[in-house]
């Protein structure tokens, strides 16, 4: 398994700012993932981080909304530009292991 | 297109009422099912991987079996602490797309 950290755990945002979350791992991985859970949908795949390129977006996804860093193997953040209340949402950070996807505890986010 | 359906959307049960929850997917084709559990306000906790029809893997109270078009979450003599949401996630096995695609999950209530 892998043991992933995220901060923060919640945030409440005024609209038009952005909010950067950080996501740890406790051990080298190649590919993370963020996620996008709002209440009764399901999990929604926003990209995948891959180390030393650029991020892969899914469709309805673009990097103005969400830019992407990975700088190493081990860490990456997403950020929620300009935000509106839309955006209000658990953001989650996941990575493969083995096969198996390993998600961080999220991200609680209302905007304002 | 792919596609997972979970029923019921919801279950209350008395402790010590066995039930199952039930997964329907279509995929051109699986690389595997995943079962996960949800505690409010965090993140997904991995369960299971199934990853052909008629494999069966068991973790205390919970029993997961596949067939070719649906996956079930045997939970034997729930207790309160089952209680959770419960998500499901199928794997295409076409090309090198390891994107999972999510059910809305079956949340589990168990009366002491």
């Known amino acids: 398994s892998a043991v992933i950290s995220q901060k923060p755990s919640r945030d409440i945002c005024q609209r038009g700012t952005s909010l950067t979350i950080q996501c740890q791992v406790d051990s080298q991985v190649t590919m993370m993932f963020w996620y996008r859970q709002q209440p009764g949908q399901s999990l929604t795949l926003i990209a995948t981080a891959n180390q030393g390129s650029e991020a892969t977006y899914e469709s309805g996804f673009v990097i103005d909304k969400f830019p992407i860093s990975r700088p190493n193997l081990t860490f990456s953040t997403l950020t929620v530009s300009n935000m509106s209340p839309e955006d209000s949402s658990i953001y989650l950070c996941s990575v493969t292991n083995q096969e198996t996807q390993y998600f961080g505890p999220g991200t609680r986010l209302l905007v304002l | 297109e792919d596609q997972v359906t979970q029923s019921p959307e919801a279950l209350r049960l008395q402790e010590g009422e066995s039930s199952s929850l039930n997964c329907s997917y279509t995929?051109?084709?699986?690389?595997?099912l995943f079962w996960y559990r949800q505690d409010p306000g965090k993140g997904p906790e991995f369960l299971f991987t199934l990853y052909s029809a008629g494999e069966e893997k068991e973790k205390e109270r919970l029993k997961a079996t596949l067939t070719k078009k649906e996956s079930f979450l045997h939970i034997t003599a729930p207790k309160p602490e089952d209680s959770a949401t419960y998500l499901c996630a199928v794997q295409d096995n076409a090309g090198n797309n390891r994107k999972l695609i999510w059910g809305l999950g079956t949340s589990l209530a168990v009366n002491p």
């Open positions: 995929v051109s084709g699986l690389r595997g």
